[in-house]
């Protein structure tokens, strides 16, 4: 489909318009809000979104990429073709474009910028500074674990959008402060992290997924033939200390 685009004369309008269906595709196949951002559909997934290519920001960018290679082309034919009025009227146009919503977007960089923009511009966006700190937490997106159920990774994916109902979400910031605070008497604005992560209602869930990360890696690390000691208690200048797990590998330890 690039290859076609790119050497193609198809307007802007239509990459819009494939754009656009193709958002609609995925909100329906991945059961998301109608309100879901269009950078949480086309940011690469590293930044925080799905990775699917937006062909009215992307394609522009690589038709003036291949012309740019056509003027550093060796072939004499080609270097007088690059001299040609058509030549020139087609980089003039194609450098018009690259403009999309009041940025100018010509390269990855532009790319990357444009979509940090746009996810910090929604509530769903937030706290995505980090997301691509670890490649290996990103894989199951691109490459679903066959041992996820086809549910399972659909709602993942909505853990992970923040597209999840709650308070916070549903009142875009619209509503006073007193009305988005979680309904279980905790006083924090209900979002999906304070669900997650800080919510009394759900400790026991929080605590069990926390054991359970906890004994796969001990029994994975042992399989391995690595000791491991669970909840040492150790004694220090600052006071007891408890880590969850000590890995030792030949003379080191985790």
């Not at 909505?158 to 109902?165: A, S, T």
């Not at 549903?170 to 905790?186: H, T």
Request: proline letters at 6%; glycine letters at 8%.
């Amino acid at each position: 489909l690039f290859h076609t685009l790119i050497l193609s004369e198809a307007p802007l309008k239509v990459l819009g318009e494939v754009d656009k269906m193709t958002r609609e595709k995925m909100r329906k196949w991945l059961k998301l809000p109608h309100d879901t951002s269009n950078a949480q559909i086309h940011a690469p997934v590293r930044l925080g979104g799905l990775g699917i290519p937006e062909l009215r920001v992307r394609i522009p960018c690589l038709r003036l990429k291949r012309l740019e290679k056509m003027a550093g082309s060796d072939d004499p034919v080609v270097v007088e073709l690059a001299r040609s009025e058509w030549f020139a009227k087609a980089t003039t146009k194609l450098g018009s474009q690259l403009w999309f919503r009041g940025q100018k977007i010509s390269n990855n960089a532009d790319i990357n910028s444009y979509y940090i923009r746009s996810l910090k511009e929604v509530r769903d966006g937030e706290g995505l500074d980090e997301s691509g700190d670890c490649s290996r937490a990103l894989q199951w997106i691109t490459a679903r674990d066959p041992r996820m159920s086809g549910g399972d990774y659909v709602k993942a994916l909505q853990v992970r959008l923040n597209v999840l109902p709650t308070k916070v979400r549903g009142s875009r910031g619209n509503r006073p402060k007193e009305d988005i605070l979680c309904r279980f008497g905790c006083g924090r604005p209900e979002s999906l992290p304070h669900i997650l992560q800080g919510c009394h209602k759900t400790h026991d869930h929080r605590i069990r997924r926390h054991n359970l990360i906890c004994k796969r890696i001990s029994e994975a690390c042992q399989k391995a033939n690595r000791k491991v000691v669970e909840e040492p208690i150790i004694p220090t200048s600052r006071g007891i200390r408890k880590p969850d797990l000590i890995i030792y590998d030949k003379n080191e330890a985790v």
